[in-house]
């Protein structure tokens, strides 16, 4: 090798992204009693709700009443999601992690068929290195506009086995169950697929971007100043996205509590 010839420079991995312990004086017991009571109800709301919207008779519905139904759904769905991720942080049980994991497990298996011990994996890696290139979530550094990532997104998650797992499903559920194609698509494909552009929205776009004056915390994100209502309905309050990286323990519920607390001070 000649003296000119050039080494190649070891990679060094940076150490994750410090956090801090919740900040809201609440017992693990009143933790673990608000993420049960957060989840069961999601749960079991989105699952009354389907069951009527499979069985009924969409033909006399307006198309307003249908928009309605497909929204309600979408919301219903972010939240079996945002279930799922308060599992990955520990969040819906504190006092019990394989009760904790069991309901993360059973939340993101129904939002899309996801293995819920591989995406927190790669959700913990997203927190340990936020809005760089060892981000999964992060964008390439080319397609960085909305839609764009959102496609490089959603194809770093993309997987055929669960795409036909899916399809099978559709299928067998209208013919062993009679449930029309048209209530399977309006109440149970179309909301799944707008839950995650919301999700992606709110969740990763918004917060993630990175602005004219650039990152300006640890975290390499922001939240989304709206009041506490729009941040419900809009996504499970992960528009507080500050808070949430800054204090991944703390469960969605009581992100509004971290906001307004740490504001205060």
Known sequence: MSPSA???VPTV??????????????????????????????LGTWALS???????????????????GLAWQTFLYTGLFVTAHDGMHGSICVTNARLNDAIGAIAIA???LFDFKTLRKRHHEHHAR???ELDPDY???????FFQWYSYFMTRYWSWLRLFSLI???????????????????????????????LFFFGTYLPHRETERGYANVHRTQSTEIAEIWSFLTCYHFGYHYEHHEYPGV??????MVYRKTRET
């Open 50 to 68: 389907l069951a009527f919207l499979m069985r009924a008779d969409i033909t006399q519905w307006s198309f307003a009443q249908k928009l309605c």
């Open 110 to 112: 129904i939002y899309a």
């Open 139 to 145: 964008h390439d550094g080319r397609r960085t506009n």
């Open 251 to 256: 469960p969605w519920w009581q992100l509004p």
């Open 6 to 8: 050039s080494l190649p």
């Open 130 to 132: 936020p809005s760089t």
């Open 168 to 198: 099978a499903i559709f299928h067998i559920v209208h013919r062993l169950f009679g449930v029309p194609e048209a209530n399977l698509a309006w109440f149970w494909v179309y909301p799944s697929v707008l839950s995650s552009a919301q």
């Open 13 to 42: 991995t940076p150490p994750p992204v410090p956090t801090s312990p919740n900040p809201c004086e609440i017992s693990e017991r009143d933790l673990a009693i608000g993420g049960l009571v957060a989840a069961f109800g999601i």
